[in-house]
């Protein structure tokens, strides 16, 4: 079952603009985390943020929690063509299987 | 080199026959998990084991069967009984921890075509 749901489903801006990501869910969590995908490649983790904390910095990214809304956003600052990729969050509640969310397909352009 | 190697990058097989796919990973992490990816679409966990020699279904594990006889290893079968079979497969592992559930460390992927 996939829990998390990312919005919008498809995102196109110019090289230099920001590009915010939203992701819901609907259970409880331990962690949300963020993973980047190249196309035809792998996942690579970008940040993990705890149910506890608010906000998350990590280079040009900012990710949010808002638990009550059960939400959360990925900003990418200064997006350069190479951000080009798919975005998918996922939840964990403590040791149990990480969930992922259907994704946001980012496209920038130079 | 630590990592992740899924092998081999694309595999053809035909209607009736099983495959396997191989996912070997030396970062010593105890956990292995199996994923699909349909185009456009997220990733569904088929199987995963947190310990050699035990494993747990996911959520689209009919079909599908695994072993897990050594830690660095987690192979994938893709039985006859799947009846969509053609689709992008990653392997992925984690630390485990009793309290918190960790980053996973994906493979580059399999991509299997049934012709």
């Known amino acids: 079952s996939q829990q998390g749901e990312e919005d919008p489903q498809a995102l196109s801006i110019q090289e230099g603009e920001n590009a915010t990501m939203n992701c819901s869910y609907k259970?409880?969590?331990?962690?949300l985390q963020w993973y980047r995908q190249n196309s035809g490649r792998g996942l690579v983790h970008l940040i993990l943020i705890r149910s506890n904390e608010r906000e998350k910095h990590s280079g040009r990214l900012r990710v949010t929690l808002d638990t009550s809304k059960k939400s959360s956003s990925l900003l990418i600052t200064a997006s350069r063509a190479a951000d080009t990729a798919s975005y998918f969050c996922a939840t964990a509640w403590y040791t149990d299987k990480l969930i992922f969310g259907t994704g946001t397909r980012l496209q920038v352009f130079p | 080199d630590g990592g992740i190697t899924q092998s081999p990058k694309y595999l053809f097989r035909k209607e009736g026959q099983n495959v396997t796919l191989s996912c070997e990973q030396n970062?010593?992490?105890?956990?292995m998990y199996w994923y699909r990816q349909d185009p456009g679409q997220g990733l569904r966990l088929i199987y995963y084991?947190?310990?050699?020699?035990?494993?747990q279904k996911g959520d689209i594990a009919e079909g599908y069967s695994v072993s897990r006889e050594k830690k660095e290893s987690f192979p994938l079968t893709v039985t006859s009984a799947q009846k969509n079979p053609t689709a992008f497969y990653l392997c992925?592992?984690?630390?485990?921890?009793?309290?918190?559930?960790?980053?996973?460390?994906f493979g580059p992927g399999t991509r299997l075509t049934v012709l």
């Open positions: 084991s947190q310990i050699v020699n035990d494993f």
């Open positions: 992925a592992s984690s630390m485990t921890d009793r309290i918190v559930y960790n980053e996973q460390f």
């Open positions: 259970t409880s969590i331990n962690n």
């Open positions: 970062l010593n992490h105890d956990a």
